[in-house]
C-alpha cells in the first residue's frame, strides 16, 4: 500500500488520496466544482472497478510464481471479465472525450494510466480498446511522464 510521509511526520495512505493532496491547487486538479466531482467520480472507479480487477491479474499472472498462481487459476476468468468491463467502460467514455475530468488532463487520468498501460501483463489485449489505447499515447506524451522501467 502506498504511504505518504509528510515533513510533520504524519502519514496518508491511498494512492488516490496521496494524488488528491500532492495536486491540491496545481492544474492537474480541476478548479470548478463539477470537474472535481468528475475527478472523484474516475479516481473511486479505479479504486472499486478497475484496480481490483486489473491490477490484480497482472500481479498474479506476471509476477508471482507459477506455483502460486495455481491457487488462484479459477479467478482468473472473473478477473478478465470484471477488468474488461471496466476498460469498456472507459472505452465510452474516451470515444467521446481526450480526458476523464474537466476536458484536460487530470489527476484522474493519472490514477487510471497507472494500472491501465500495464494491463497487459495481467492478459488484458488493449488493442481492443482503440480510445484507451489512443489516451495511453496522450498520457504518456504529457510533460515530464516518467516510465516505470526509467526509474527501476
Not at 472497478?49 to 486489473?54: D, K, L, M
Request: glycine share 6%; hydrophobic share 40%.
Amino acid at each position: 500500500m502506498p504511504l505518504l510521509e509528510l515533513e510533520d511526520g504524519r502519514c496518508l495512505a491511498e494512492s488516490c488520496a496521496i494524488l488528491w493532496y500532492l495536486t491540491d491547487g496545481t492544474a492537474l486538479q480541476p478548479s470548478d466544482r463539477w470537474s472535481r466531482t468528475e475527478a472523484l467520480q474516475w479516481m473511486f472507479f479505479e479504486q472499486y472497478s478497475h484496480e481490483p480487477y486489473i491490477a490484480v491479474a497482472r500481479r498474479w499472472l506476471s509476477q508471482e510464481p507459477k506455483d502460486a498462481l495455481e491457487q488462484k487459476r479459477a479467478l482468473i476468468p472473473e478477473w478478465h471479465a470484471n477488468g474488461n468491463a471496466a476498460l469498456s467502460v472507459m472505452e465510452a467514455h474516451l470515444s467521446h472525450n481526450d480526458w476523464f475530468a474537466g476536458g484536460a488532463y487530470s489527476l484522474a487520468d493519472i490514477a487510471l494510466y497507472g494500472y491501465t498501460h500495464c494491463a497487459d501483463e495481467g492478459g488484458f489485449e488493449l488493442s481492443r480498446y482503440k480510445a484507451v489505447s489512443a489516451w495511453l499515447k496522450r498520457v504518456a506524451a504529457q510533460p515530464n511522464h516518467v516510465r516505470l522501467d526509467e526509474i527501476w
